[in-house]
């Protein structure tokens, strides 16, 4: 079960840091993820983290948002810094254990200009 927090409503340049807290071993995880839906549009891939602290970007947000992970709090995050309006979303965290994924409950971003 993955529980994530820390959308919020914040202007266009400032950042913000989402959580996902993790229900079970962070270890059983092979690819930790974060993904969005923009209003109207369908969800796509943000960033991933997979075994080995290997990294992978959207374009769009490359260089401007971090992905990383601490096992001792069965969290990861997602630091998101110059934030535009484009970056608008529900925002989902996702688990992949190498058979089934698992999906939090969603955090509203809202970035005004």
């Known amino acids: 079960q993955l529980q994530a927090s820390g959308g919020g409503l914040v202007q266009a340049g400032e950042s913000l840091r989402l959580s996902c807290l993790v229900s079970?071993?962070?270890?059983?995880?092979?690819?930790m993820g974060w993904y969005r839906r923009p209003p109207g549009k369908h969800r796509d891939m943000v960033a991933t983290?997979?075994?080995?602290?290997?990294?992978q970007y959207a374009a769009s947000v490359k260089g401007r948002f971090t992905i990383s992970r601490d096992n001792a709090k069965n969290t990861y995050y997602l630091q998101m810094n110059s934030l535009s309006p484009e970056d608008t979303a529900v925002y989902y965290c996702?688990?992949?254990?190498?058979?089934?994924?698992?999906w939090g409950q969603g955090t509203q971003v809202t970035v005004s200009s």
């Open positions: 996702n688990a992949w254990d190498g058979t089934n994924h698992v």
């Open positions: 079970g071993r962070m270890e059983d995880i092979r690819v």
């Open positions: 983290i997979a075994f080995g602290d290997r990294t």
